[in-house]
Nanobody, 116 residues
Framework: QVQLVESGGGLVHTGESLRLSCAASTSIFNIAVMGWYRRVPGNQRELVASLTRDGITVYADAVKGRFTISREAAKNTVYLQMNSLHAEDTAVYYC??????????WGQGTQVTVSS
């Protein structure tokens, strides 16, 4: 099973940008869906963006037009470019992959804090 390591989180101010990276330990060629989720303490984890192997993307309404999910297969990495960050984007962000075989894997999470 693949191991995922997120990076790129940090503390920024409102309106600034961050790019999160999720590096997989093995090839993501057979990964059916890759996604980014986030969780605010006390709330459930929610989908932020997802990307299928065929290139179909889905975004949460709250991030449409500001966030972009992408993949770089040669580096076994999926990215989340986050622009125009709001204080409401503060959360722990998690990477998730779902394989064609049906199993799923999560990363350990990376903290994003947006100061107003």
């Amino acid at each position: 099973q693949v191991q995922l390591v997120e990076s790129g989180g940090g503390l920024v101010h409102t309106g600034e940008s961050l790019r999160l990276s999720c590096a997989a330990s093995t090839s993501i060629f057979n990964i059916a869906v890759m996604g980014w989720y986030r969780r605010v303490p006390g709330n459930q984890r929610e989908l932020v963006a997802s990307l299928t192997r065929d290139g179909i993307t889905v975004y949460a309404d709250a991030v449409k037009g500001r966030f972009t999910i992408s993949r770089e297969a040669a580096k076994n990495t999926v990215y989340l470019q986050m622009n125009s960050l709001h204080a409401e984007d503060t959360a722990v962000y998690y990477c998730k992959v779902v394989a064609e075989q049906g199993w799923a894997a999560w990363g350990q999470g990376t903290q994003v804090t947006v100061s107003s």
